[in-house]
């Protein structure tokens, strides 16, 4: 049973730092992309920063390229995004998903984390 759970989201304010962990188990995840998504309110989820998680080849969605950084630790299998710079259009839920092989900038990963918001006030 695959389990991905985040952490870390808060209240900052804008201009301010956060750092999100998804913790990940229930099996090797040597071939699988990870990704971090995000939701704000009366909108869909987005894109926004994906690693493979044998290779560390990283992925990010324009909007966040420069202030984001997306890593994880193979041996603690967890998955992170650092977030710097925040400015108040970040705030939303985010989320942590897992999918096999392909990187993909779509929500058609296998495997959802429950989220957790993260709040940037101006």
């Known amino acids: 049973q695959v389990q991905l759970v985040e952490s870390g989201g808060g209240l900052v304010q804008a201009g301010g730092s956060l750092r999100l962990s998804c913790a990940a188990s229930?099996?090797?995840?040597?071939?699988?992309?990870m990704g971090w998504f995000r939701q704000a309110p009366g909108k869909e989820r987005e894109f926004v920063a994906a690693i493979t998680w044998r290779s560390g080849y990283t992925y990010y969605a324009d909007s966040v390229k420069g202030r984001f950084t997306i890593s994880r630790d193979n041996a603690e299998n967890t998955l992170y995004l650092q977030m710097n710079s925040l400015k108040p259009e970040d705030t939303a839920v985010y989320y942590c998903?897992?999918?096999?092989?392909?990187?993909?900038?779509?929500?058609?990963?296998?495997?959802w984390g429950q989220g957790t918001q993260v709040t940037v006030s101006s």
């Open positions: 229930g099996r090797t995840f040597s071939n699988y992309v």
């Open positions: 998903a897992a999918t096999f092989g392909v990187v993909l900038r779509t929500t058609d990963y296998t495997y």
